[in-house]
């Protein structure tokens, strides 16, 4: 039986957050929601109830978790020789969306790290996470509350979708902020290096660091690695039921997105057995008129903060609404663009590229 807690006039010491922490101290799973998406959460050091995090999302062995902290005293309980630039980014970017690689503590059992040396370590900012950490007074593994290779959950109520009965806690908070996971970087390298983009460009965390990280294909969604040092390296992530088609334009200017606009729109006209579905933005919209195709707006090119935001829930809303094939239209590899970028890519079927 899965208890689903709707957190409103969220107070942090708050009955539900001493129930679920009670729950992850006896070796239960909780969802609960980060300012990303929402994650599902086992006692760091309880292997029994990180496996179990592994059977209900059907997740990959070799695929590493996430641990989330609330104070730097809680990272010094899973990583051992933690460097100065890590300090750094823990005093200007947390908590908030950034997770940092670094050595592992030899107390940290080796299914949570998927046999690697490093661990994967984050401070969430959100106030329901934080308090849910602190009250169980240890550190939490959580990937993402979802089947995986699905969207990643945006909301409580895609959580209770996705796994009611297969956890004990759902701690619902409504909507989370950013939508996109976190950013990971990896500073046990030198340089550091992007694993996956995420809602803190990458740019601002050059900037912290007062260098270049360091930015692999596989982290722009383009080819896999062998064993991945972090989540969303490896796997096919974030795909919805339909066969999702992303097509991208050689540039981004105005009769290039036109040209995007019109592809597409050929396409979508073809025919195909079943619905076809177009992610647009608010710049495209015009030129699906009259397609026969359910257009979907994911925002402004403007505004990549807001199309972040959107994604996984429209992602999610093609299937609800019967798609069978959707296109997609790509975006630039710069800023919260190489997030965008990353989830379509590594969600995709197919990928067109087309000259303008």
């Known amino acids: 039986m899965t208890i689903v807690f709707r957190l409103k006039g969220f107070e942090q010491d708050c009955f539900e957050i001493r129930y679920a922490a009670g729950v992850l101290m006896r070796g239960g799973l909780v969802a609960f929601p980060t300012e990303t998406v929402y994650g599902l959460g086992a006692l760091v050091w309880d ?19 996430i641990v989330h902290v609330s104070s730097i005293e809680m990272v010094e ?46 401070m969430p900012s959100h106030p329901v996470a934080l308090s849910l950490i602190r009250e169980t007074g240890e550190p939490v593994a959580a990937p993402s509350a979802n089947p995986s290779g699905k969207p990643s959950p945006t909301s409580g109520t895609h959580v209770v979708r996705d796994l009611i009965g297969r956890v004990e806690v759902v701690l619902d908070a409504g909507e989370t902020l950013y939508g996109v996971e976190s950013t990971v970087v990896n500073i046990v390298t030198e340089p550091p290096v992007l694993l996956r983009p995420g809602a803190i460009p990458v740019e601002e965390v050059e900037k912290i660091l007062g260098r270049k990280i360091l930015i692999p294909e596989f982290a722009k969604g383009l080819g896999q690695v ?14 919805p039921e339909a066969k999702l088609v992303l097509v991208e334009p050689s540039s981004y200017t105005r009769e290039c997105l036109k040209a995007l606009a019109e592809y597409i729109k050929t396409q979508a006209l073809a025919g195909s057995n079943g619905k076809p579905c177009i992610l647009a933005t608010l710049e495209t919209l015009q030129h699906y008129s009259g397609v026969g195709a359910e257009t979907f707006t994911l925002g402004s090119r403007e505004n990549p903060f807001e199309i972040a935001r959107n994604l996984f829930t429209i992602l999610r809303k093609v299937d609800e609404e019967g798609c069978s094939i959707v296109y997609a239209e790509g975006f630039p590899d710069q800023g919260l663009g190489l997030t965008i970028m990353n989830r379509l890519r590594k969600a995709a079927s197919e990928k067109h590229l087309i000259n303008c």
């Open 77 to 122: 309980k899973v990583a051992s020789r933690i460097p100065e630039d890590a300090y750094k980014l823990m005093e200007k970017a947390w908590p908030g969306p950034l997770t940092i690689v670094l050595p592992k503590s030899e107390r940290v059992p080796r299914i949570v790290t998927a046999g690697l040396d490093t661990v994967a370590v984050r």
């Open 47 to 65: 292997e029994g109830a990180v496996s179990k995090i592994f059977q209900v999302k059907g997740r990959p062995s070799d695929n590493p978790l």
């Open 226 to 239: 062998e064993k991945p040092l972090a989540p969303g390296m490896k796997y096919r992530h974030y795909a």
